[in-house]
């Protein structure tokens, strides 16, 4: 799963329009242009793609966790320079102010069962004995279930669906 990937389907899902993705970015100290918004956000056939670096989406998980839990005291974060599946779930569930049990509701929400010692594993540190790398088909998962969860559709603002 790329960088990419989770950036369009955390826009996607929480609705961003490219004003609130610059937005996002600059809460964490970064600024991006429509452009480069757009750019990533196309797919990697269209010979206008750029690819997301790991420290750019970190950037942006970061200004996420300040749009939706407020500015710490202190520095901004820096972002880290190699971001991995653990990192990403780490940040969405701060982000998103999620207990343990909430991550495993989400991820209920697509029908896969993972256990609590097993959730755990993932938010340990690498070098602990007990650490687990989060597979991408289990990211991609807590993402679709994240769509489920917390996207509008027509129908839950009441409106009929466009055709």
């Known amino acids: 799963m790329t960088k990419n990937d989770v950036l369009r389907r955390i826009r996607y899902t929480f609705d961003f329009n490219d004003d609130k993705m610059i937005a996002i970015f600059a809460l964490a100290g970064h600024k991006v242009t429509r452009t480069e918004i757009s750019d990533w956000m196309k797919r990697e056939e269209d010979p206008a793609y ?19 839990r407020g500015r710490k005291d202190g ?9 991995t599946n653990n990192v990403i779930l780490k940040k969405l569930q701060i982000a998103l102010n999620l207990r343990a049990e909430e991550v495993l509701d989400v991820l209920m929400l697509v029908d896969l069962k993972v256990s609590k010692y097993e959730l755990s594993a993932f938010f340990r540190k690498p070098d602990h004995k007990h650490y687990r790398p989060l ?5 991609r998962n807590f993402l679709n279930g994240m769509q489920l969860k917390y996207r509008q559709t027509d129908q839950d603002m009441g409106q009929a669906p466009q055709k």
Request: aromatic fraction near 6%; charge should be negative; proline fraction near 9%.
């Open 50 to 68: 750029k690819t997301l670096y790991d420290d750019e989406l970190a950037m942006f998980l970061n200004g996420l966790i300040v749009e939706k």
């Open 75 to 83: 520095p901004i974060p820096k972002p880290e320079h190699k971001l």
């Open 135 to 139: 597979r991408d088909q289990i990211l």
